[in-house]
């Protein structure tokens, strides 16, 4: 039985779809596999709550 490494291929976290390589995001905000847009949340943000 040979066991030589797993020629694994990344997915794409949006579509599922296997890519040559790793998914990135785009400047506009999109998957660079799909083109499907993504949002981007910042840690620090948060809404204002109104009392």
């Known amino acids: 039985m040979d066991r030589g490494r797993l020629d694994l291929m ?3 976290g949006v579509c599922g ?3 040559d390589e ?3 995001i ?5 998957c660079s596999v ?5 949002t981007i949340i910042s840690k620090g ?3 204002e709550e109104e009392e």
Not at 26 to 30: C, I, K, L, V
């Open 10 to 12: 990344p997915i794409c």
């Open 17 to 19: 779809k296997e890519v």
């Open 22 to 24: 790793q998914p990135k």
């Open 26 to 30: 785009t400047e506009d905000a999109r």
């Open 34 to 38: 799909c083109g499907a847009e993504l």
């Open 45 to 47: 943000e948060e809404k």
